[in-house]
């Protein structure tokens, strides 16, 4: 078949399937509004196939494999887009979800004659692929085919023509699905199991917060009636990143999943009983000087967030938790007696995995309940006589102990093992900030641990918990949302090169993996970065200079584009003025849609952005409590920029005090965010970490 016959052929095809998803659209029939349960029932299943006839009128789907069961005579054609679609009258399947079993060969299939099998939920079915095909359709039309594989022809490796295709384009403000492009080993990790803690080590740009939404899209199919997407939970770094990626899921058709960052989420499960103290900005203390190594490393919040405190925090817990059953009787008046031993008894019938706190009330209840029905059985009708005996019982069970999580956490702190863990002074602090009701960011994994362990959840438990920016997490963080889960089920993404907040983060993901159990963990690694262009992807390699973290370097996809600049921009002033030239270059340009300067602190940023302004150059500069990102051109402190990208990216201030030799990781994140352009200024002199590198310096 011809080139131009298969085009013609696709075409009509799309045409076809487009007036099927019409006609269905047509005869969805009215909303219903009633109050008939079953009618509503009925509604939410009509309104979500609305909506994922919507998405596949946008574009009923992408690609195309044919593929040969073994028992059958002749190869199918398969066609895989965004949602399934049937034929309304005759249910024949006109495009296959992405998701479906099936459709995983789509995504697993490399090329070659050898046959290949898919998982079916009625075991592996074999057979041979006969043709790859990518398609692209836009507004309902085909705009172009692509085949990645013809058995019988011998260019025998699948070169992803497509996917380079879509890497070239320029970005806007939001993050995109990809389940055109997934790759194959992305695919793998979309697909694994539900109950499973999946880590995912992966380097800048190698689409891990993509992967991991598109893992919640395919648990939610393939699990569909067990898990929901109200039980499921995104932890994101910060707001202004939430709003970057809220676009993926519903393009994906999946709503409700709560989307939060760990401190907005560990305070509410906290009640307002305690608030973040304003007057400390971990950032600026962090990232507005240099700090070193060392001071990182040995900093309250890592030891705070260590196994080492949290083994403080479980003896302590267990210590309250033996003290449930009193020492002493309780023998209100002679010969009417509760003794441990009953009290024992009683609680045995008890879930003793119930939390302390639940226990503990319905202890009190049972001795309350003890207390009248003993008066009933002696017909005691003295009422001041009553008094006296519920104020004696009052007594009795202000001896069982009852804490709130701040002040069991104060009591901790005021011990001397604690103060020897983290230092008498530190410890002080903290309780001196704890009795006004204000703490700092790492309290919050111990607060909220022990609160979760002394009084329990009362949401139910979540089915599935995304942890996105990982490596910024303590394993402290991991045990306080394993409270939250009846069984592992996680997705943990992250990047240990991309590290930067070494003061409260993990070294290696042993330390993170070590808490699940081996037979429920799995460790996947991305070494391929599809974000940013090869020159670019090479550059930022080099800033990071081989420091591993037993990490291996990004492997760029092969798409070149321009060298990266490194420039001396001579004075302060002049480089100023050189930021706002380059700017109105690249805006002269067209091709950049998102474009970003990015300076080391937010004092730096806050002088860009008002060059900037003064010269008539509109520019948004993000601040630590942004909630949304807006696009067009951006003025961040490299520290925010973390999980965002941008089509051309100018990194203002590369000189050798913003970018000491600590800062590696910070400058590998900032040269890191870069589609396509990428350059460097400074003034003085240029930062270690580029002059040492065997690049051409302009
Ligand atoms: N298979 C793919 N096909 C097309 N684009 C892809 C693919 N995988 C990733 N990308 C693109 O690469 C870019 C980076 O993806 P993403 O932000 O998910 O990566 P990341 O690993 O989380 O990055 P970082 O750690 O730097 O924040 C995005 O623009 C995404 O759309």
Not at 281 to 294: A, C, G, N, V
Not at 467 to 486: G, H, M, T, V
Request: hydrophobic content about 40%; proline content about 4%; aromatic content about 8%.
């Amino acid at each position: 078949m011809t080139v131009q016959s298969a085009f013609q052929e696709e075409a009509a095809r799309v045409e076809n399937v487009l007036k099927h998803i019409h006609e269905q659209l047509r005869t969805i029939g009215p909303r219903y509004t009633g109050n008939d349960f079953t009618e509503q029932m009925l509604e939410i299943q009509r309104e979500q196939r609305q909506q994922r006839l919507e998405v596949a009128q946008r574009e009923p789907y992408f690609g195309r494999i044919d593929f040969q069961e073994i028992v059958h005579p002749a190869p199918r054609p398969l066609y895989i887009g965004k949602a399934g679609v049937a034929h309304e009258k005759s249910n024949e399947v006109l495009v296959v979800d992405w998701r479906a079993p099936v459709a995983s060969l789509f995504y697993a299939f490399s090329g070659g004659e050898a046959p290949v099998t898919y998982e079916s939920p009625d075991g592996d079915v074999e057979g041979t692929v006969h043709l790859k095909r990518n398609l692209m359709v836009r507004d309902g039309k085909l705009e172009r085919v692509v085949d990645s594989y013809v058995r019988g022809q011998e260019e025998e490796s699948v070169t992803d023509e497509f996917l380079l295709y879509r890497l070239g384009e320029s970005k806007d403000n939001k993050l995109r699905d990809i389940v055109s492009t997934i790759q194959q080993e992305q695919d793998r990790i979309i697909r694994t199991d539900k109950n499973k803690a999946v880590f995912i080590q992966g380097v800048a740009g190698s689409g891990k917060t993509t992967v991991a939404l598109h893992r919640l899209a395919y648990l939610l199919y393939r699990y569909a009636g067990a898990i929901r997407a109200e039980r499921m939970v995104i932890f994101a770094p910060n707001r202004m990143f939430l709003d970057y990626i809220s676009g993926v899921l519903p393009e994906l058709g999946v709503g409700d999943i709560l989307q939060t960052t760990f401190a907005e989420w560990a305070l509410e499960q906290l009640d307002g009983a305690v608030r973040l103290d304003e007057a400390f900005d971990p950032f600026t203390y962090w990232f507005e000087h240099q700090r070193s190594k060392e001071e990182m490393d040995t900093a309250t919040s890592r030891v705070k967030g260590s196994l080492a405190f949290k083994a403080l925090v479980d003896e302590k817990l267990t210590l309250t938790e033996s003290s449930l059953i009193p020492v002493e009787s309780f023998e209100p008046m002679a010969g009417w007696k509760v003794t441990p031993a009953m009290i024992v008894e009683w609680l045995s019938t008890d879930d003793s995995n119930e939390p302390y706190m639940k226990r503990r009330a319905r202890l009190v209840s049972r001795l309350k309940r003890w207390l009248e029905s003993e008066w009933k059985a002696r017909r005691l009708t003295d009422k001041t006589l009553k008094t006296k005996l519920s104020t004696k019982l009052s007594a009795y069970t202000k001896k069982i102990p009852s804490f709130t999580a701040p002040q069991l956490y104060s009591s901790l702190l005021g011990e001397a093992a604690a103060q020897e863990l983290l230092g008498t002074e530190a410890c002080k602090n903290t309780i001196k900030s704890l009795k006004k009701k204000f703490i700092l960011p790492e309290d919050l994994a111990p607060l909220v641990y022990i609160q979760l362990r002394m009084y329990g959840n009362e949401q139910p438990p979540y089915d599935h918990i995304v942890i996105d920016e990982a490596q910024d997490y303590s394993p402290f963080q991991l045990e306080a949302l394993k409270q939250c889960q009846r069984q592992p089920s996680m997705t943990v993404l992250g990047d240990l090169q991309q590290g930067i907040h070494g003061y409260a983060g993990i070294h290696s993901w042993k330390e993170q993996t070590a808490l699940f159990p081996e037979a429920d963990t799995g460790y996947f690694e991305l070494d391929r970065s599809y974000r940013s262009t090869m020159e670019i992807i090479d550059f930022a390699n080099l800033v990071l200079g081989g420091m591993g973290d037993g990490v291996k370097p990004a492997v760029p996809v092969f798409r070149s584009g321009e060298a990266v600049d490194v420039v001396d921009a001579g004075s302060n002033e002049e480089r100023l003025a050189g930021v706002v030239q380059t700017v109105k270059e690249w805006q002269a340009t067209g091709h950049y849609r998102t474009m970003a300067v990015l300076g080391r602190t937010a004092r730096a940023c806050a002088a860009i952005a008002a060059e900037l302004e003064a010269a008539g150059v509109p520019c948004s500069l993000v601040e630590s409590k942004q909630e949304a990102y807006g696009g067009g051109l951006t003025v961040v402190p490299a520290y925010l920029a973390k999980g965002l990208e941008f089509d051309a990216v100018l990194i203002a201030d590369a000189d050798a005090d913003s970018f000491g030799s600590n800062d590696a990781k910070l400058l590998y994140v900032a040269c890191t965010r870069a589609l396509h352009k990428l350059k460097l200024m400074y003034s003085g002199k240029l930062t270690t970490l580029v002059a040492e590198q065997p690049v051409a310096v302009g």
